[in-house]
């Protein structure tokens, strides 16, 4: 089945969004560092992290085999963006009062009820990301709701939060973080679940990130923003969805996690026709190492070499099923997979709907089966290697998730792949994961924060938009292009301050269509400085380059890595030229091409264009040339 053929309705689709947007504030959410990252110099130490019960008594099961993995988690502390506060060695300051001011006009936007005092609470999080063993969160606002076409979306909650410490990368058991991140202020804006298409959750997502950016108070940039989706369909599971980063990603991440769970439905259904029990998949694994002991494949033969084992096991009425594709690329077998290297800490497993493949032949294949008592066209085998007490594990995991798929979808807390597919993270966190905060009072919301959030609520859609349109001329078609950029703020900040000497629809246009082209052709539009842009707005309105130069410009300044403005305008030979000399090099051109104007007249306008355009462009602006050749033209056909 694919994407195309899911009728979401009929499949009772239901999807939560809750949106993560960095505030940009001058401080840390709980500490006097500055909210950016950075490159400079940093100290290190290293932590192990464990779980805490949460408020009732309980162990989140989650954090609890995060922490089972043993893993040792290496930090940078740069030196003027973290202190003891992001070490764990101090505890929080007061929760800053300019992300509080923030996330309250935002609520009143969205008519929500803004809480009378602010509880911060501890939310278990031991995969390291940050040194605590927990995040930080507070709700600031409850209910409201935001117009999307037709419809009113109902908002559940909005909270302000700290971001996570960056991954810098990972090496067998040690995962490094940096700490510059680590307390920058996110807004989290939830929504209730009735969000029925791929489609809608885009609009949604769209007008949350468009409200958040009317604001101008929110950081721009790739991992500024990030989408969570709560997915789930009639007789599915909820599942939740981390990470989703592009907003052109959302429809294709939720089509392809309703595919998954019909899929897995399916497999249910027909596991359950064939008459599958959970105590089918109640057994002991058979250690079939002497099976592959001149094995040509390497992964089995470098376990046995090293000591390990290879252990298989029987999953009754299993044939076909494994080898099922869930999603693209991604099949039954890599859901049990993905399993096995969470819950055992194995890199994978083989399984007989993929064999013989991967060194295994035919013949091993068949001793296994024998060996197993497993059923050709009933039963499938899975083969796992590793040390001996992985490998046991890992066979448990295998029985479990077996049992798993005659329940159907299982709970689940995925990750976004680039392509829209997902894999398995973690088991959804329980109530056992939140507890509250005992080192920070309660900050209690005053009038004098409501009179500061009331200065800085953004204004309606319709009344930015009619703004735009009639104070600086822009299109409609234009205006709605301007607010939906990530650069809105500073777009308004430079029509305003030029708009005298730019017309506004250019400097717009620079950035609505001319970037978003050279992004399309994989120029890193996010790797560019916006000083560097700015720079060039003020030499386009000094009359220093021409509007055609600014495309060139900003390609060779991200190829060569050099933002430097003047030099490059230097370098490429595109400072304007003025009238005169513009006027000498068209007479020119018209004397080499003297035959064709006699010939065609004034037709031959396009080719004379042509040819000093080619020369020209980037050096005065297109429409002078323009003016000059039909001039020129007609002078001469005058004479």
């Known amino acids: 089945m694919s994407g195309k053929e899911l009728d979401y309705e009929a499949l009772g689709l239901m999807v939560g969004l809750e949106i993560h947007q960095q505030l940009a504030t001058k401080r840390k959410l709980f500490c006097p560092c500055p909210a950016e990252l950075t490159d400079e110099d940093h100290l290190e130490f290293e932590r192990r992290l464990r779980p805490t019960r949460g408020e009732a008594g309980e162990v989140d099961i989650a954090a609890l085999f995060e922490w089972r993995k043993g893993r040792k988690y290496l930090y940078e502390a740069p030196h003027h963006h973290s202190c003891l506060v992001e070490a764990d060695e101090e505890p929080p300051h007061d929760i800053s009062r300019e992300a509080l001011v923030i996330a309250m006009a935002v609520a009143k936007a969205l008519n929500s009820h803004i809480v009378d005092e602010v509880h911060v609470m501890r939310k278990i999080v031991i995969d390291g990301s940050n040194t605590t063993g927990f995040q930080r969160t507070s709700v600031v606002a409850l209910g409201g709701s935001l117009r999307v076409g037709d419809k009113d979306v109902p908002i559940e909650t909005i909270c302000v939060e700290e971001d996570a410490s960056r991954k810098i990368g990972e090496e067998g058991l040690r995962v490094r973080y940096r700490l510059d991140r680590l307390g920058i202020p996110l807004i989290e804006i939830s929504t209730a679940p009735v969000i029925h298409s791929p489609e809608e959750a885009e609009k949604v997502a769209l007008a949350i990130g468009r409200l958040l950016r009317l604001t101008g108070r929110v950081k721009r940039g790739l991992g500024t923003i990030r989408q969570d989706l709560n997915v789930s369909i009639r007789g599915g599971a909820k599942t939740e969805i981390k990470g989703v980063q592009r907003l052109d990603l959302i429809p294709k991440v939720i089509r392809y996690e309703v595919l998954r769970q019909v899929s897995l439905l399916e497999v249910r259904d027909e596991l359950r026709r064939r008459g599958a029990r959970e105590e089918d998949y109640e057994q002991e694994p058979v250690d079939v190492s002497q099976v592959f002991s001149g094995t040509k494949s390497k992964v089995l033969r470098r376990t046995l070499k090293s000591g390990g084992v290879v252990l298989a096991v029987k999953l009754p009425y299993f044939h076909g099923l494994l080898g099922k594709e869930v999603m693209p690329g991604r099949r039954v077998g890599t859901e049990f997979a993905d ?301």
């Not at 894999?423 to 900050?443: C, N, V």
């Not at 370098?571 to 091409?593: D, F, N, Q, S, W």
């Not at 306008?605 to 033209?633: N, Q, S, T, Y």
């Open 339 to 639: 399993y096995v290297r969470f819950w055992a800490g194995v890199g994978g497993l083989f399984h007989s709907d993929e064999l013989p493949k991967y060194g295994i032949t035919s013949d091993e294949l068949d001793k296994v089966y024998e060996a197993t008592g497993a059923v050709k066209g009933r039963d499938a085998v899975v083969i796992i290697a590793s040390d001996p007490t992985r490998a046991r594990r890992a066979v448990e995991v295998v029985l479990e998730r077996a049992k798993m798929a005659l329940r159907g979808v299982p709970e689940e807390t995925r990750g976004a792949n680039p392509d829209g597919t997902t894999r398995f993270l973690r088991p959804r966190p329980g109530s056992a994961r939140m507890y509250p905060e005992t080192d920070l009072p309660p900050a209690p919301i005053t009038e004098e924060l409501h009179r500061e959030a009331e200065e800085i609520v953004p204004e309606p859609l319709d009344v930015k938009l009619e703004r735009l349109v009639s104070k600086y001329g822009l299109s409609k078609e234009l205006a709605l292009e301007v607010i939906d950029d990530v650069r809105l703020d500073m777009i308004e900040k430079l029509i305003e301050k030029y708009h005298d000497k730019v017309k506004p629809s250019i400097i717009a246009s620079f950035f609505v269509v001319t970037l978003r082209g050279l992004k399309s052709e994989g120029v890193d539009i996010e790797a560019i400085p916006e000083s560097f842009l700015e720079e060039l707005i003020d030499r386009l309105a000094q009359g220093r380059i021409a509007k055609e130069a600014l495309e060139e410009l900003v390609e060779a300044a991200w190829k060569e890595g050099n933002y430097n403005v003047d030099e490059l305008v230097k370098k490429l030979g595109l400072g304007t030229m003025t009238r005169e000399e513009a006027e000498a090099i068209v007479e020119e051109i018209i004397r080499e091409h003297e035959e064709a104007v006699k010939e065609k007249g004034m037709r031959a306008m396009g080719l004379i264009m042509g040819r000093a355009m080619a020369r020209l462009r980037g050096k005065i602006d297109g429409k002078i040339v323009a003016e000059i050749v039909r001039r020129k033209l007609q002078e001469k056909l005058g004479g």
